[in-house]
């Protein structure tokens, strides 16, 4: 049967689609009547995501594979992915539905697994345009339940006690991405170095562990059409077992950002628009995880930290011609914008 590629995309596919087809066609019989469509989903910095459809069966798929080319030992672990999604299946924390893992180089250049295609909205605009400010809000809220339930899901019960090391997340974490700054930077900021510094002599060095996402924020979240609620939270290249406070501190970025850096609030008429202040956002997350207290000063700075070397890995990629989103340039070149911004959460005072 020949492969249907959807216009434009051609090019974009990094892998022979009827190889593809071919597999899919022996892996889920049934499933795979008629001709096979192929589309590359754009506006991702991570893994490349292709929606796969077979019109005829009424099959729906999302294809999560690795990027091609070199990549640093731990990168986009799909296989990581795959086994968080499988284990968090029919808990409190909406996930799609996986179906198969493929681990070799043989079908689309890279291992890859498959999950299913669910409906519902994402939004890459924290401003979350074109809903009311009922709405807004209840998704905020939203956002910070269903954090809550990741980080009170039993991972030992569920088998994940290897997915990573119990304790001493915020020590290891400042390595790896001190590490990675310093390995695969792409010019100077000493806002960076700064930080670093900084974090190094005030480590939250507590044990608790929970399961956390890594890239908890709300353009990972897909809410159900029409209501604000949470139908899956997408992308967990980077969870492992950590701090419950990173996945937090992270998820306050909008925060501590303008429109312009990676679609912020700060400058918006927030009120007006229904969304919570920090410290509401932050205690409606307290009360749904049994928490006395949120992220503080280190744990926030932390994230704007981790999250600017991100970003600047980001235009590492570029440099390479290892990018996975046609505008990774640009999110590279803000890596400085959110430096300084941990660098301000560092100087405010108590």
Known sequence: MMTAMTSGHASQTEFDPARLDAFLRQALPGRTGGAMSLERIGGGQSNPTFFVSYPDAGTRLVLRKKPPGPLLPSAHAVDREYRILKALAGSAVPVPPVLLLHEQDDVVGTPFYLMERLDGRVFHDTALPGVTPAERRAMYFAMADTLAALHGFDWRAAGLADFGKPGNYYARQLRRWGGQWRETKTRDIPAIDRAIDWL????????????????????????????????????????????????VAFSCLPWH??????????????????????????????????????????????????????????????????????????????????????????????
């Not at 562990?209 to 949470?230: C, K, Q, W, Y």
């Not at 628009?273 to 000063?297: F, K, V």
């Not at 700075?301 to 440099?319: C, M, N």
């Not at 340039?329 to 660098?343: I, K, N, P, T």
Request: proline share 4%; glycine share 10%.
């Open 257 to 350: 950002s303008t429109p312009e850096m990676y679609s912020g609030i700060v400058g918006l008429d927030r009120a007006a628009l229904g969304i919570p202040t920090q410290a509401d956002y932050l205690d409606a997350y307290c009360a749904a995880a049994g928490r006395s207290e949120g992220p503080g000063r280190f744990h926030l700075a932390f994230s704007l930290f981790r999250f600017a070397v991100i970003l600047d890995g980001i235009a590492a990629r570029v440099k390479s011609g290892n990018a996975a989103a046609e505008n990774a340039a640009d999110v590279g070149a803000m890596a400085e914008s959110f430096a300084l911004r941990a660098q301000a959460v560092i100087d405010a005072q108590d």
């Open 200 to 247: 190094e002599t005030h480590l939250d060095e507590s044990a608790e562990t929970t399961i956390v996402h890594g890239d908890f924020r709300l353009g990972n979240l897909m809410f159900a059409s029409g209501e604000p609620r949470i139908v899956a939270v997408l992308d967990w290249e980077l969870s492992t077992l950590g701090h419950p406070l990173s996945d």
